[in-house]
């Protein structure tokens, strides 16, 4: 096997990238590709092809693959993936503004005091599932976010519809996965400071008792290419693994 060289790979890239003007890589991790799709979105989707490619810890199959690609050694057909995106509708008191926020990963609701919770409802289909939760905020999460954020906070990942975390509760509360097609409204239950993020784009609201956002599919989805290469376990392994050092002494 022929040895990684990042500048050679690096290079092979930039050249790949001038001669495929029509396609965006997205050289980076999983925040990359949440962080830059809408740059690329028209009203009729994404104006060019969105191809995910992690920037270190690549597996050797992967660099190898990439490099043909990028090298025009061989055709490689990289598999077209959809995904849905979310999006959360609230009011902005102090602006007197309705405004809303897409995601393609996830809608996070948190407060902006550290040292204080969150008190709160969730309602699907306006129906309440869970009332007056204490915790740090709520996670809406699509398909692809499950593999993110939420896996960290739910333990849990779902391939369909919208999942619901609690982001630190005071008591265990149960995740929820909900079809794409319910609506989910978060609403405070006391007034709170809070920042409500869409994917990587953050507002901080002053919002009183009652206030809502509204979360649903947002009807439209981002083709991505190559996701399953992307999201290659051994790949993630090189970049995500947790290395506890369970070393003490004692005295």
Request: charged fraction near 25%; charge should be neutral.
């Amino acid at each position: 096997m022929e040895e990684f060289n990042a500048q050679e790979f690096n290079e092979a890239l930039e050249a790949f990238i001038a001669k495929n003007p029509q396609i965006a890589v997205l050289h980076g991790g999983d925040g990359t590709l949440v962080g830059e799709w809408r740059k690329f979105r028209t009203r009729k989707g994404a104006s060019k092809i969105l191809v995910p490619l992690r920037n270190y810890g690549l597996c050797q199959k992967h660099a190898e693959l990439y490099m043909k690609l990028f090298r025009g050694e061989e055709e490689i057909q990289l598999k077209q993936f959809l995904f849905p995106v979310l999006r959360g509708e609230f009011r902005d008191p102090e602006k007197k503004m309705d405004c809303y926020l897409d995601a393609l990963a996830e809608l996070t609701i948190v407060g902006s005091d550290p040292t204080a919770a969150l008190r709160f409802n969730i309602l699907v289909n306006r129906n309440p599932v869970v009332e007056n939760v204490i915790a740090n905020g709520a996670i809406f999460a699509t398909k692809l976010g499950s593999t993110g954020y939420f896996k960290s906070v739910a333990r849990t990942i779902f391939t369909s519809g919208i999942g619901v975390g609690f982001i630190c509760p005071t008591y265990s509360v149960p995740n929820i996965v909900v079809s794409s097609m319910d609506k989910i409204e978060f609403e405070l239950a006391r007034d709170a400071e809070i920042v409500v993020s869409g994917d990587k784009l953050v507002q901080k609201i002053n919002a009183e008792a009652g206030w809502k956002l509204a979360a649903a599919d947002a009807a439209e989805n981002i083709a991505v290419f190559g996701y399953d290469h992307f999201m290659c376990p051994e790949c993630r392994k090189n970049r995500n693994s947790t290395v506890v050092n369970d070393n003490y002494c004692i005295v």
